[in-house]
């Protein structure tokens, strides 16, 4: 699909100082890809059911009981219906266009990103000092001390605020040496104290969570490679808005007429 009006239509719309003031203050690319998004998912069609359906879904969502209390909902919202509807329908007709048309590839880019999917929940001690770090692991191994109170005290990190647990997270969001000592540690096994960069880390692998393939994920993976396209056709449009010509715009000629 290309974005074949929205180059034209800026064009028509706003000349070069417009587009120039509009990238000053980091305006036109979301404004050209809010406009190929619109584009894309112009033709999709949408059904009253659907339309109905997400009045009823927006309304219960900020809190309403029933479409009765519409007039109530667009006065919260300070929009017309018009303005609203069409905010409805553009969600609904992009949904069922990012489906559609990436829906068939959604499993193999998960089964390509599984890794950084999976999730882990695991408690965390960051100390500066090894010979703090040693003892405190001693305590947690003998039992002798519990692990969220000793980063409550000790902690030198943020997990200190969170009783030394750091999750759900995805794995992949630890520093590349933790990740590894996490994939092979068995849950509820305390790991003896290791270095990274100027820390030494007492860790224990609490809960590993495998990422599996549901319909929400589908509609993740869907989302990641609608994102990815858009922003190709987006950069296109703008290297297309720089290389080309202004269109002419008709303007009245009164080089021949003269007052006498």
């Not at 203050?25 to 999709?44: D, G, H, I, K, S």
């Not at 479409?67 to 992009?94: K, N, P, T, Y």
């Not at 999976?118 to 040693?134: I, K, M, T």
């Amino acid at each position: 699909m290309k974005s074949g009006t929205v180059v034209p239509e800026l064009q028509r719309a706003i000349g070069a100082e417009g587009r120039a003031l509009l990238n000053k203050f980091n305006l036109l690319n979301p404004l050209v890809e809010q406009m190929v998004t619109r584009e894309a998912v112009a033709a999709v069609a949408v059904s009253d059911q659907q339309i109905e359906e997400a009045r009823l879904g927006l309304l219960q969502q900020r809190g309403y009981d029933g479409v009765e209390q519409w007039a109530e909902l667009l006065e919260e919202l300070g929009r017309s219906e018009e303005q609203v509807l069409d905010r409805l329908c553009f969600g609904i007709a992009r949904l069922s266009f990012v489906r559609e048309r990436f829906a068939a590839k959604a499993e193999a880019r998960f089964l390509e990103r599984k890794s950084e999917l999976d999730q882990v929940v695991y408690s965390l001690l960051r100390l500066e000092n090894s010979f703090l770090a040693r003892e405190l692991y001693l305590q947690i191994e003998s039992g002798e001390s519990n692990f969220a109170d000793l980063a409550k005290r000790y902690a030198e990190g943020p997990e200190r605020n969170t009783n030394g647990i750091v999750g759900p997270v995805s794995l992949t969001q630890a520093h590349p040496t933790l990740v590894e000592k996490l994939r092979v540690a068995q849950p509820g096994v305390l790991l003896e104290p290791f270095r990274i960069s100027d820390w030494w880390l007492v860790v224990r692998l609490e809960r590993y969570t495998p990422a599996t393939f549901t319909d929400e994920v589908s509609d993740q993976m869907c989302q990641e490679m609608f994102d990815i396209w858009i922003g190709e056709e987006t950069a296109k449009s703008l290297s297309r808005l720089e290389s080309e010509p202004l269109e002419s715009v008709p303007t009245n000629d009164f080089s021949d007429f003269s007052i006498s």
